[in-house]
Antibody
Framework: EVQLVQSGAEVKKPGESLKISCKASGYSFSNYWITWVRQMPGKGLEWMGVIFPGDSDARYGPSFQGQVTISVDKSINAAYLHWTNLKASDTATYYC?????????WGQGTRVTVSS | DVVMTQSPLSLPVTLGQPASISCRSSQSLLYGDGNTYLNWFHQRPGQSPRRLIYKVSNRDSGVPDRFSGSGSGSDFTLTISRVEAEDVGVYYCMQGTHWPRSFGQGTKLEIK
């Protein structure tokens, strides 16, 4: 069974760093793109970027380039979203997702709150 | 970058009645391999999104056949033939043809 299990909710202060994770199981992790999606409170879905675990090829949406880093650790089948300087505007729920052949899978979401 | 525009943004529907959501892209979504990568997602409050339709008109496994997708080029439609109570939530289109990928603003379906 394919599963994407995300790390738990985080509360951080502006200027802090953060790394959230998406742990995959039930499929060949290296062979399928992982997508990250942001959803700010009460707002719509925003495509942040993707990474291909096989070669760590990462692509970003224009609003997220330089603001966040997407990475993977193939040894433990995990994808990450990393901030070095959090802002209040990073407060959101973050989802990871993958498409495998004709099926689509999403994590449960990680809520990040950035507040002084 | 490709802009996805949905309409309407709010859709009150009576149970058992049909509903349609339009999605237009600022560029054609026809890819060089002959496929058009337009997906539809549904998100209920407090839940993760779920894909309903991929490549314009293909229903995902487990999606009721009252949901259908149509369109081509840059003009697409999601149709629900008879709305049921479980269909409430927000519907998003998303293009997977051009980089970066992009979502529509979302259409909130509610029961009248």
């Amino acid at each position: 069974e394919v599963q994407l299990v995300q790390s738990g909710a985080e509360v951080k202060k502006p200027g802090e760093s953060l790394k959230i994770s998406c742990k995959a199981s039930g499929y060949s992790f290296s062979n399928y793109w992982i997508t990250w999606v942001r959803q700010m409170p009460g707002k719509g879905l925003e495509w942040m970027g993707v990474i291909f675990p096989g070669d760590s090829d990462a692509r970003y949406g224009p609003s997220f380039q330089g603001q966040v880093t997407i990475s993977v650790d193939k040894s433990i089948n995990a994808a990450y979203l990393h901030w070095t300087n959090l802002k209040a505007s990073d407060t959101a729920t973050y989802y990871c997702a993958t498409s495998i052949t004709v099926s689509d899978y999403w994590g449960q979401g990680t809520r990040v709150t950035v507040s002084s | 970058d490709v802009v996805m525009t949905q309409s309407p943004l709010s859709l009150p529907v009576t149970l058992g009645q049909p509903a349609s959501i339009s999605c237009r892209s600022s560029q054609s979504l026809l890819y060089g391999d002959g496929n058009t990568y337009l997906n539809w997602f549904h998100q209920r409050p407090g839940q993760s999104p779920r894909r309903l339709i991929y490549k314009v008109s293909n229903r995902d496994s487990g999606v009721p056949d009252r949901f259908s997708g149509s369109g081509s080029g840059s003009d697409f439609t999601l149709t629900i033939s008879r709305v049921e109570a479980e269909d409430v939530g927000v519907y998003y289109c998303m293009q997977g043809t051009h980089w970066p990928r992009s979502f529509g603003q979302g259409t909130k379906l509610e029961i009248k």
